[in-house]
């Protein structure tokens, strides 16, 4: 078994695909039905419009970058940001968790949470 797809809910699929390509640095690709996928290793991020109210996910979605310093300028550049607390520290700096990760959190005009860490600190519970 294997993870291929996670999809999160937008509103207005061109706001949408300009947002995820600036934070991402890559263009989402359209695929039909209200769609855009953007490629992130070997799971596709699902971008959905559904011509309704767009629900934000009740959990953040993780992504491991090499480069997280690079994610999270542009991530300020977009005001996406996190303005929350994790653990007693600014959700929306790059800091080491207690856990181990070198993160930082954000979220999309839709309030789907996102959250980028730094490749070669990922938790996986070992």
């Known amino acids: 078994m294997r993870l291929f797809r996670v999809t999160v809910e937008v509103g207005e699929p061109a706001k ?3 947002f995820y390509r600036a934070l ?24 959905i419009s559904t011509g309704e109210t ?37 959700a929306g700096e790059i800091v080491t968790r207690p856990w181990g990760e070198r993160s930082f959190y954000a979220a999309d005009p839709w309030d789907n949470g996102l959250c980028f ?8 519970g070992e």
Not at 24 to 47: E, N
Not at 117 to 124: A, E, H, K, L, R
């Open 24 to 47: 991402f640095g890559q263009r989402p690709r359209p695929v039909g039905g209200g769609r855009c996928y953007l490629d992130c290793g070997g799971v596709i991020l699902a971008l």
């Open 117 to 124: 860490v730094q490749s070669g600190t990922i938790f996986i």
């Open 54 to 90: 767009p629900r934000a996910q009740t959990q953040d979605v993780y992504f491991e970058v090499d480069d997280l310093e690079a994610f999270h300028a542009r991530a300020e550049g977009l005001g996406a940001l996190s303005d929350v607390e994790v653990h007693g520290r600014p």
């Open 16 to 18: 949408a695909a300009a």
